[in-house]
């Protein structure tokens, strides 16, 4: 069983739909979460970091963790095409070695 | 303004060669890794190091070596190419805490 586990879509969505990006994770010792993005043929960038569980807000995206159910969640408001791109949750227990799902390849469609 | 860098961009290499792929970082980041990613798999790390004269290994390391001679640099060596080992790979650094990684713009490795 990978330690962090990722639906790899695609997923489809018109422009200005509300997106759910999930993921979920089995080593009950992460205490980080974070989202990356990655666009074709480019390195993943850094989207939300969060620490233990909770929510948290920057613009369009919001973050959310449930430790009690090893849940790992991102919402897309208004999505639109430029969302289109491959997002990655990534989760580390502290000592910065980070373990990544396999991604989620989303397309918004104009 | 501070970078990640990765050469080459794309290499094509013989089965049983030695290969080595650059990584060099402007950040001042401790902390420096190197990922490869496949279809299905995601990212796996290779190995990383926290600082000059560290290294470790990661959870695909066999077939590769890395060397922590100065901060900027984490050069990244397959002994002898197979492969198994064509793939994107991708160089990251951070300075840890709540900073998460810098990624490079990776190299695209096809070993025949």
């Known amino acids: 069983q990978k330690e962090v586990e990722q639906d790899p879509g695609p997923l489809s969505v018109p422009e200005g739909a509300i997106v759910s990006l999930n993921c979920t994770y089995s080593n009950s010792a992460f205490q980080y979460f974070m989202w990356y993005r990655q666009y074709s043929r480019k390195g993943p960038e850094l989207l939300m970091y969060?620490?233990?569980?909770g929510n948290k807000e920057d613009g369009r995206f919001t973050a959310q963790v449930d430790k009690s159910s090893k849940y790992i969640s991102l919402f897309i408001r208004d999505s639109q095409p430029s969302d289109s791109a491959t997002y990655l949750c990534?989760?580390?227990?502290?000592?910065?070695?980070?373990?990544f799902g396999a991604g989620t390849r989303l397309f918004v469609k104009a | 303004d501070a970078e990640i860098t990765q050469s080459p961009r794309h290499k094509i290499t013989e089965t049983g060669r030695q290969v080595t792929l650059a990584c060099h970082q402007t950040w001042n980041h401790n902390n420096m890794f190197w990922y490869r990613q496949d279809l299905g798999h995601g990212l796996r790390l290779i190995h990383y190091s926290y600082g000059v004269q560290d290294t470790n290994k990661g959870e695909v390391s066999d077939g590769y070596s890395v060397s922590r001679s100065n901060t900027e640099d984490l050069p990244l060596t397959l002994e002898s190419a197979a492969s198994s080992q064509t793939s994107v790979y991708f160089c990251?650094?951070?300075?840890?805490?709540?900073?998460?990684?810098?990624f490079g713009s990776g190299t695209r490795l096809t070993v025949v």
């Open positions: 990534a989760s580390h227990t502290g000592g910065f070695k980070t373990i």
């Open positions: 969060t620490y233990s569980s």
């Open positions: 990251a650094s951070s300075p840890g805490g709540s900073y998460g990684y810098t």
